[in-house]
């Protein structure tokens, strides 16, 4: 079955640090893979996905994510956090299900607190 | 701004009562998802419809429906409400193969 992992529930950075935030998945086909970011009491905002092509995909705010196929992961990178960057990320899977349905399978999510 | 319309952003309610939350997805997807997100129990797939068609369900319970009109707007309806009900309901739509446009989420309270 899909399933994404992400195994850090918090993640606590100082400002202007680096950022990595993991996801594995588990899809037996090529997947579209997706970061998003919550901001408190915001809805989820996409920040990069990658469909094919160059594995190492740019999205907004800085961020970056690099997709490695030989170890299902697909990690969120920033070189030099900022306060405003406190928030949930989510990494998403975009399955094809067994009636040719489409559905985004979620992780539980990585909370970054940024240290002044 | 995602394209995706949800109304009300805020709702307080008492228990045993009944609330519809509506959504109007970005033009011209025909993919609806509604999705809800509590401390507790995170981020947790309802149900989804395709061009007014149920096409998937998720942890809906039997008390919450959900429609979707001929114009593709959607509508939550919850019922019986219940304390542990309060949480932030996202609608989110999408056009095919790819990323869903979340809206910015109705809170509901119960108390």
């Known amino acids: 079955a899909q399933s994404v992992t992400q195994p850090d529930i918090h993640i606590t950075v100082s400002e202007g640090a680096s950022l990595e935030l993991r996801c594995n998945y588990s899809?037996?086909?090529?997947?579209?893979l997706f970061w998003y970011v919550q901001s408190p009491g915001q809805g989820l905002q996409l920040l990069l996905k990658y469909f094919s092509g160059d594995t190492l995909v740019q999205g907004i705010k800085g961020f970056e994510a690099e997709f490695k196929r030989s170890q299902s992961s697909f990690n969120l990178r920033k070189p030099s956090v900022h306060w405003s960057d406190a928030a949930e990320y989510f990494c998403a899977v975009g399955a094809e299900t067994m009636d040719s349905n489409y559905q985004l399978i979620w992780g539980a999510g990585t909370k970054l607190i940024i240290k002044p | 701004d995602s394209g995706v319309t949800q109304t009300p952003k805020h709702l307080i309610t008492a228990t045993g009562q009944r609330v519809t939350l509506r959504c109007s997805p970005r033009s011209g997807d025909l993919s609806v998802y509604w999705y809800q997100q509590s401390l507790d129990q995170g981020l947790q797939f309802l149900i989804q419809y395709y061009n007014g068609e149920e096409r998937a369900k998720g942890n809906i319970l039997e008390r919450f429906s959900a429609q979707q009109f001929p114009d593709l707007h959607s509508e939550l309806n919850l019922s019986s409400l219940e304390l542990g009900d309060s949480a932030l309901y996202f609608c989110a739509s999408s056009g095919g193969l790819g990323e869903l446009f979340f809206g910015e989420g109705s809170r509901l309270t119960v108390l």
């Open positions: 899809y037996g086909a090529t997947p579209y």
